[in-house]
């Protein structure tokens, strides 16, 4: 049970930040109506305002790098959180970001997951 978790957890990373990363619209599909994000502070719910919000980021291109990945199931029902830390490459810029996001993962009647909490922090220090 826990190799599964941190497999799909980690497949789960791969996949959103290849998606953020090279067609950050697509994003929409891994969110539902009851979804929340809370980027920096400021909460955002439905995919709608979610994608709103991830099309509105001051810059047109990233490139994720992934230090870590912590997953654990949630509940009973088949939840995953997963915890991730790493930096953020922008165009032009010298130095990359370091942030660190949490994703709350939730299975879907067909087999797969959606986030229903995604907790987004850049770490200054």
């Known amino acids: 049970m826990e ?5 799909v957890g980690r497949a789960f990373v791969d996949h959103y930040y ?3 990363d090279n ?6 599909s891994l969110y539902q109506p009851t979804s929340i ?6 909460k ?9 919000k991830l099309h509105q ?5 990233s490139k994720h790098l992934i230090s870590t990945i912590d997953s654990q199931p949630s509940s009973s029902s088949g ?8 930096s ?5 810029e010298e130095h990359q970001l370091r942030f660190s996001q949490m994703f709350h993962l939730i299975p879907t009647p067909q087999g797969s997951f959606f986030v229903q909490n995604d907790i987004f922090r850049f770490n200054y220090g």
């Open 57 to 61: 980021l001051p810059f047109d291109q």
């Open 88 to 92: 953020l490459q922008l165009p032009g």
């Open 3 to 7: 190799e599964q978790v941190e497999m």
């Open 44 to 52: 955002i719910v439905g995919v709608d305002d979610i994608s709103s």
């Open 23 to 28: 067609d950050r619209a697509a994003l929409s």
């Open 79 to 86: 939840g995953i959180m997963v915890f991730v830390s790493g």
């Open 37 to 42: 994000l809370t980027f920096e502070g400021q």
């Open 18 to 20: 290849h998606l953020f």
